[in-house]
Nanobody, 120 residues
Framework: QLQLVESGGGLVQPGGSLRLSCAAS????????IGWFRQAPGKERERVSC??????IYLDSVKGRFTISRDNVKNMVYLQMNSLKPEDTAVYYC???????????????WGKGTLVTVSS
């Protein structure tokens, strides 16, 4: 089956940039929708972005700042985060489901998460 491992989290100043990586193994990511989710303490998990064949979506608050991309040769997915704000602080998760990005967080495969802290 599909396994996902996130990396790249850390501490960054407001206005800074960070790139998260999601390494997939077990299966090719090509037929899957791959999404990035985040959850801050005391808040609900929210979908940051999702990439699927013919469809790419972003949370309104990250549009123009975050970019999701794939490297099919390396079987990896990335989230480039620019102009980071303190409210972006959260644990970020990589997740996958077959074929398409659904309306919520109904994903079948999840990584363990990587912490992003945006602070001075």
């Amino acid at each position: 089956q599909l396994q996902l491992v996130e990396s790249g989290g850390g501490l960054v100043q407001p206005g800074g940039s960070l790139r998260l990586s999601c390494a997939a193994s077990g299966r090719s990511i090509n037929p899957y929708a791959i999404g990035w989710f985040r959850q801050a303490p005391g808040k609900e998990r929210e979908r940051v972005s999702c990439s699927a064949p013919g469809n790419t979506i972003y949370l309104d608050s990250v549009k123009g700042r975050f970019t999701i991309s794939r490297d099919n040769v390396k079987n990896m997915v990335y989230l480039q985060m620019n102009s980071l704000k303190p409210e972006d602080t959260a644990v970020y998760y990589c997740a996958a489901r077959w074929s398409y990005c659904g309306g919520g967080d109904a994903m079948d495969y999840w990584g363990k998460g990587t912490l992003v802290t945006v602070s001075s």
